[in-house]
């Protein structure tokens, strides 16, 4: 029989073994993850799985009101190059693309280009505060009923559709944007190619 002092050598040994043996997994894991093409894009910051899908269908029109309690609609953008955007405050992919959506819309928005933001789901007040903090300057509108979401099918955010002048929806994504993205493929509906 083997005394206490045995088995608590042997427990420590197993212990250190298991430990081991752990730690050897989750590197094998990571290397793995890493060695996939989007995880290294992601890893290097570069999103180059990331392409639009073409859509054809008019695109719902959206009416709800706006951080000030204004009734506002996609109709009101008819003419307009529409970039929708279904996202959240609490979505980190969000909060990294809008800096990106904001640099785009200040550098197009003189081209019959907009870019309607709908937070889907919190408060206006937090809506309002995410807005002030990122200094959006384009349409953020509050969507505490889902109704763009829900009218739109939107089962993952960020989602983001594109919009033409005639208002049918040209392009989807889910997941955030790069600025590469846009220039490839949002700049030439703007410019009518």
């Not at 430990?19 to 050897?24: D, E, Q, R, T």
């Not at 008019?58 to 109709?75: H, K, Q, R, Y």
């Amino acid at each position: 029989m083997k005394s206490r002092e045995q088995l608590k050598k042997q427990a420590e040994k197993q212990t250190v073994i298991l430990v081991i043996v752990g730690a050897g997994l989750m590197l094998i894991a990571i290397a793995a993850f890493l060695s996939l093409p989007q995880a290294t894009a992601a890893v290097s910051g570069q999103n180059l799985g990331m392409i639009p899908a073409p859509v054809n269908f008019t695109a719902p029109d959206v009416s709800i009101t706006d951080l000030d309690g204004n009734p506002v609609s996609f109709a009101d953008y008819r003419g307009k190059v529409i970039l929708y955007n279904a996202w959240a405050t609490w979505c980190p992919p969000c909060k990294e693309e809008m800096p990106i959506l904001q640099a785009y819309y200040n550098d197009h928005k003189d081209q019959g280009f907009v870019i309607i933001a709908v937070e889907d789901g919190q408060p206006v007040e937090e809506v309002r505060n995410f807005v002030k903090e990122y200094q959006l300057s384009f349409p953020v509108w509050p969507d505490p009923k889902w109704v763009a979401t829900t009218a739109f099918k939107i089962e993952n955010l960020p989602t983001s559709y594109i919009i033409d002048r005639e208002g049918v929806a040209r392009l989807t994504w889910t997941g955030a944007v790069t600025r590469d993205m846009l220039e490839k493929y949002v700049t030439p509906i703007i410019e009518g190619n």
